[in-house]
């Protein structure tokens, strides 16, 4: 998001096409509170996170967008044993916490954008 306010090249490793989900910090502590409030019988891993997978190439694409950025996008060599997905599975949130995440990705950027902006004003 900096380099794209700054106008500088975003790099992308590999062609791209590689998939990852974020998940907007607000909905991340909703998460960690919402296991907080559980009886201690609750216990093992529980995933948080979102599962709306974008590409690399689509979240640059859509970083530009956003801050209206004219950037270019360069693409690098992929990094050795790069997983190429990554997505949680939430179901076990949802049935356990009753939790999902609420803030997709566009409206989490657009917040974090605008963070930056104040920031590097």
């Given at each position: ?15 791209g096409s590689?998939?990852?989900s974020?998940?907007y910090v ?20 529980i ?6 997978e974008v590409?690399?190439?689509?979240l ?6 956003l ?7 360069e693409?690098?060599d992929?990094v050795?044993?790069?997983p190429?997905?990554r ?15 609420s803030i997709?990705?566009?409206e989490?950027l657009s917040?974090t954008?605008e963070?930056f902006?104040q920031?590097?004003?």
């Amino acid at each position: 998001i900096v380099r794209a306010l700054e106008g500088a090249p975003l790099s992308i490793y590999g062609d791209g096409s590689y998939s990852r989900s974020f998940c907007y910090v607000d909905d991340l502590l909703d998460g960690i509170l919402a296991l907080m409030d559980t009886d201690t019988e609750v216990t093992g891993p529980i995933n948080l996170g979102n599962n709306q997978e974008v590409t690399m190439l689509e979240l640059a694409q859509l970083v530009l967008r956003l801050t209206g950025s004219t950037s270019k996008i360069e693409f690098e060599d992929s990094v050795p044993d790069d997983p190429k997905q990554r997505c949680p599975d939430l179901r076990h949130a949802f049935d356990t916490l009753g939790w999902s995440p609420s803030i997709a990705l566009e409206e989490g950027l657009s917040r974090t954008i605008e963070y930056f902006r104040q920031r590097l004003a």
